[in-house]
T-cell receptor
Framework: GIQVEQSPPDLILQEGANSTLRCNFS?????LQWFHQNPWGQLINLFY???GTKQNGRLSATTVATERYSLLYISSSQTTDSGVYFC???????????FGGGTRLMVKP | DTGVSQNPRHKITKRGQNVTFRCDPISEHNRLYWYRQTLGQGPEFLTYFQNEAQLEKSRLLSDRFSAERPKGSFSTLEIQRTEQGDSAMYLCASSFSGGLGFFGPGTRLTVL
């Protein structure tokens, strides 16, 4: 099956800093989502991004499907950005998400 | 649109007991998925339904697990003869075919 790897596994930032999270995947995929999992376990959709770049406030994402990676940028980080960020890819049939191991982000005040 | 809901949110049970979880998807979504997430890991796919048909099952879904989606609306996931290794967060998601998946808040199972 598809393998999804995320880096770094853990990240500690000072409030206001910028960061880049990376997601590599092993095969061609139908689509890709980035999620933020809050401390209560809820997975919140951030981006649905098969290719190209999207921006939403302080967050942006870029997927280069031909090179099998995606990047999530967080600018001017805030303590509320803390949590786990997951990248997940859809198989070619579009009916199954495979998640990476996540990046655990802690933003300190 | 009230989002995906799951009940109960927490369940504590003794080893060997049966448990059942419920998921109510976003109305009109024809696909419904179950995932399991253990501590420190990403969610892992268990199974999915297109309307009422169960179309895909992971090898993680042992014969103690059964999922149903009668009438293509809500779904239930039952675990029989629970084991301590079943302790996890069970997540449900729904989507239109090929569309963005939305996740529920999960049911956290603890098997003592």
């Amino acid at each position: 099956g598809i393998q999804v790897e995320q880096s770094p596994p853990d990240l500690i930032l000072q409030e206001g800093a910028n960061s880049t999270l990376r997601c590599n995947f092993s095969d061609s995929v139908n689509n890709l989502q980035w999620f933020h999992q809050n401390p209560w376990g809820q997975l919140i959709n951030l981006f649905y991004i098969p290719s190209g770049t999207k921006q939403n406030g302080r967050l942006s994402a870029t997927t280069v499907a031909t090179e099998r990676y995606s990047l999530l940028y967080i600018s001017s980080s805030q303590t509320t950005d803390s949590g786990v960020y997951f990248c997940a890819v859809y198989n070619n049939a579009g009916n199954m998400l495979t998640f990476g191991g996540g990046t655990r982000l802690m933003v300190k005040p | 649109d009230t989002g995906v809901s799951q009940n109960p949110r927490h369940k504590i049970t003794k080893r060997g007991q049966n448990v059942t979880f419920r998921c109510d998807p976003i109305s009109e979504h024809n696909r419904l998925y179950w995932y399991r997430q253990t501590l420190g890991q990403g969610p892992e796919f268990l199974t999915y339904f297109q309307n009422e048909a169960q179309l895909e099952k992971s090898r993680l879904l042992s014969d103690r697990f059964s999922a149903e989606r009668p009438k293509g609306s809500f779904s239930t996931l039952e675990i029989q003869r629970t084991e301590q290794g079943d302790s996890a967060m069970y997540l449900c998601a729904s989507s239109f075919s090929g569309g963005l998946g939305f996740f529920g808040p999960g049911t956290r199972l603890t098997v003592l």
